[in-house]
């Protein structure tokens, strides 16, 4: 009964948002990502939704499942030709935010680590891999450096909430703080406007309703056969992450679907399909309350000050000082937040990001820099934990 509604409050939610923003100009001001994870977080830590193995299950099912069919249906509609122009300070920012992060974890392991350097700089390790490639290469460095179990499942919790914390930092707040040192982003390099995430080429009348009419009757068909090419898309790619080995199964699998994606969008008529961009951007929705609702009153007890401490100047410090070298290099606000989300929270992310910021230009690059970072991240963190054990 708990499993049904969690899919019925993850499901329908995001309907009500979209209706609620197509109601109220102020809520649309705000953003129906925002939202969606204030509605998510009230739902947890209210105890609405129920604090149980079998509820958090379901909500990491959901999260999992929706976003395979989301990546395609967002970059249906990309204009890749467009990326040549934005790869370049993509490329800088994805270097400076590894380094960032890398800094961010030396500091916070020679403020934390005391005289327990050995377990420190394991955790530093991990912390590298997992925000640089995500949670197969924190598992990677975790056999890579026979890690124990209790500081592996500890890594990843206090992660997790601190990941968390950091995404609602970015959605809300991001973009107004950042751009205080950041110049804007620069429209003209991208060939389109930084509007409500979901915003294409139909006329401005089109766009004051753009998810509000994603259901209508003769948006369906359009709808149609966006979802089969999705479904093809995820066989292909479920299909070929099944030839590489375990461990790399949701990187190859992320990737093949993203390019097969990209490669479908080089055709004038996906381009054509009305609607894929709303229709995913309704399944990050989804998304979004999944992840949201599993911040518990639970999961910010029984800590442990200075691990917890040491993942919060990695996490906040590698934010902090991606920004510091954007600053230096002068990278813009929109690259900044999308580079460094993706490479902390994951690519998945990245299209939460740019509905918070308004700019769809950023998903296909920012995709491409956490799946850059699943590439090198293992390497980066099993060559860091190695140095700062000679500290």
């Not at 991001?174 to 620069?186: A, W």
């Not at 139909?202 to 090419?229: I, M, P």
């Not at 920004?323 to 606000?333: E, K, Y």
């Not at 902390?344 to 939460?352: D, E």
Request: a positive charge.
């Amino acid at each position: 009964m708990n499993a049904l509604i969690i899919i019925v409050l993850c499901l329908f939610t995001p309907l009500l948002i979209l209706w609620l923003t197509h109601r109220f100009p102020l809520l649309n001001k705000v953003g129906t990502i925002i939202i969606a994870y204030v509605i998510g977080c009230v739902l947890g830590l209210t105890g609405l939704i129920p604090d149980t193995t079998e509820v958090h299950k379901v909500q990491t099912d959901i999260a999992t499942y929706t976003i395979p069919f989301a990546i395609p249906l967002l970059l249906f509609s990309s204009d890749i030709r467009s990326w040549t122009k934005l790869a370049p300070a993509f490329i800088k920012s994805t270097l400076l935010g590894i380094l960032g992060c890398c800094l961010a974890i030396t500091a916070g392991f020679l403020v934390c680590a005391g005289d327990d350097k050995a377990t420190f700089a394991n955790i530093g390790g991990m912390l590298t891999g997992l925000y640089t490639g995500g949670n197969a290469n924190l598992a990677s460095i975790k056999v890579a450096l026979s890690v124990d179990d209790t500081t592996y499942i500890i890594t990843s919790a206090y992660s997790t909430l601190l990941s968390a914390v950091y995404l609602f930092f970015v959605i809300i707040f991001g973009k107004r703080v950042l751009r205080l040192v950041l110049p804007d982003f620069p429209v003209e390099k991208s060939g389109t406007q930084n509007s409500e995430i979901g915003n294409n080429s139909e006329s401005r009348d089109q766009n004051s309703e753009l998810f509000y009419g994603l259901f209508r009757k003769d948006n369906l068909c359009h709808l149609a056969q966006a979802l089969v090419l999705t479904i093809i898309i995820i066989a292909i790619g479920a299909g070929i992450a099944l030839l590489c080995p375990d461990n790399m199964f949701q990187t190859i699998f992320i990737l093949a679907i993203s390019t097969l994606a990209i490669i479908a969008s080089t055709f004038k008529r996906v381009r054509k399909i009305k609607r894929t961009f709303e229709a995913g951007t309704y399944l990050i929705l989804v998304f979004s309350i999944a992840v949201a609702s599993q911040v518990t009153t639970s999961t910010i007890g029984n800590i442990n000050p200075s691990i917890f401490l040491f993942i919060t100047i990695a996490t906040l410090g590698s934010l902090l000082m991606h920004v510091l070298l954007s600053a230096l290099f002068r990278i813009d606000t929109d690259t900044t937040l999308a580079s460094s989300i993706s490479l902390i929270c994951s690519p998945p992310f990245v299209p939460v990001v740019a509905g918070a910021v308004k700019n769809k230009a950023i998903i296909g690059p920012g995709i491409a820099v956490g799946l850059f970072g699943y590439a090198v991240g293992t390497y980066v963190g099993f060559l860091l934990a190695r140095l700062l054990m000679l500290f």
